[in-house]
């Protein structure tokens, strides 16, 4: 069993706080991902997890083991990194067999592991050739090998897909999550892109100044975001809030809303769209309308607030028309005045 498990870790540079008391736990087998915008700290922790920065205060647990104090060669791990770092003095097929020398692994065996994982990632043809020969693609797909051949306990991964183009990033994701589902690895996995992070992760921690704001499965970050910045950052478009400090809005559309409650939240997806009158709806104005091919979205003005709402593509809207709007009462979040969601 190789689960992780991070408590209260501190990290300063200087008089900047990087994390704030963090805690995490990953299950065995697990693919989590970090997930949150630049300077929140995903990169830091995951480092901290390697053993390529060091805690001011925490503890981290690999299995068994308390590794707090030990170089990352002796944490049982591997990583792949967001530029490669493939080594362009060697050939393909030196760099994928570096860490089983470094281990002195019999050659034999070498050769035997290399080739399988040459098959697995698809640079079989390729493990003659110096990295400068490759592709960004296939030299991800080299760092992966690298990574994968040891076959370490823990991988670690910062934002391996991020520097290749929209549909080479399709393509490796789903790569990526096959071969991880074969080899049962647990991962951890950092991103700022939310489409990754919800397509690859078992579970995803929302990272935000520092601190986790939110740890649970993709469709419970998506469907419940226990703070306003999970809402606002997960989901595209984003999560709409509307302030109803006076029940206004609430009222309108005959909705219960609890006592603390600040605001309200709701998926522009969860919003019924109506071009006749109808009871318990918000009256708006159309603003700009963008057709998306399957669905088209489109802006709406309500007493100086902004939605965003997702409708059919059939539905011909116009600029400056008037609908009315009805969320789904299941589907509304509630807010207090510090954005923590408010059970129901």
């Keep these: 069993m190789t689960g992780i498990s991070v408590a ?3 990290k300063r540079f200087g008089a900047y706080q990087a994390l704030t008391s963090v805690s995490l736990e990953v299950r065995d087998s697990e693919f989590t991902v970090l997930l949150g915008p630049s300077g929140c700290g995903k990169s830091t922790l995951l480092r901290i997890i390697a053993g390529l920065e060091y805690a001011d205060g925490g503890t981290i647990d690999i ?5 707090n104090d030990l170089p990352p060669r002796l944490r049982r791990i591997a990583m792949v990194f967001q530029n490669y770092a493939v080594f362009p003095h060697m ?5 994928v067999a570096f860490g089983l020398r470094t281990r002195k692994t019999p050659e034999a065996e070498v050769r035997t592991r290399v080739m399988r994982m040459a098959e697995l990632m698809d640079i079989g043809a390729q493990l003659s050739k110096y990295s400068a020969q490759l592709s960004g693609g296939q030299r991800q797909r080299v760092a992966v090998a690298r990574a994968l051949v040891v076959e370490p306990e823990v991988l670690l991964m910062d934002e ?3 520097n290749l183009d929209a549909l080479l990033r399709l393509q490796m994701r789903a790569e990526l999550k096959s071969l991880l589902q074969e080899f049962n690895t647990t991962t951890i996995y950092v991103t700022h892109d939310q489409v990754e992070a919800m397509s690859l992760a078992d579970r995803i921690a929302v990272m935000n100044g520092g601190h986790i704001e939110q740890y649970g499965s993709p469709m419970q970050i998506y469907s419940r975001p226990a703070t306003r ?3 606002g950052f ?9 302030l109803d400090d006076h029940h206004s809005y609430s009222r309108q559309v005959g909705l219960e809303r609890p006592g603390k409650a600040h605001s309200l939240g709701i998926r522009p997806e969860d919003i019924q769209v109506y071009r006749e009158m109808a009871t318990q709806c918000w009256p708006v104005k159309v603003g700009v309308v963008e057709c998306l091919g399957p669905m088209q979205q489109f802006t709406a003005e309500l007493d100086h607030q902004m939605l965003r709402v997702t409708a059919d593509p059939d539905l011909a809207l116009h600029s400056g028309e008037t609908l009315y709007l009805r969320p ?3 589907k509304v979040c509630w807010y207090d005045g510090e954005g ?3 059970p129901v």
């Excluded at 997960?234 to 509307?242: A, H, T, V, W, Y």
């Design 234 to 242: 997960i989901g595209n478009p984003p999560m709409n809030f509307l």
């Design 229 to 231: 910045f999970v809402g």
């Design 8 to 10: 209260g870790i501190q």
């Design 328 to 330: 789904d009462p299941a």
């Design 340 to 342: 923590r969601m408010l």
């Design 63 to 67: 299995g068994q083991r308390r590794v």
């Design 91 to 95: 050939t393909i097929y030196d760099n």
């Design 160 to 162: 391996p897909l991020s």
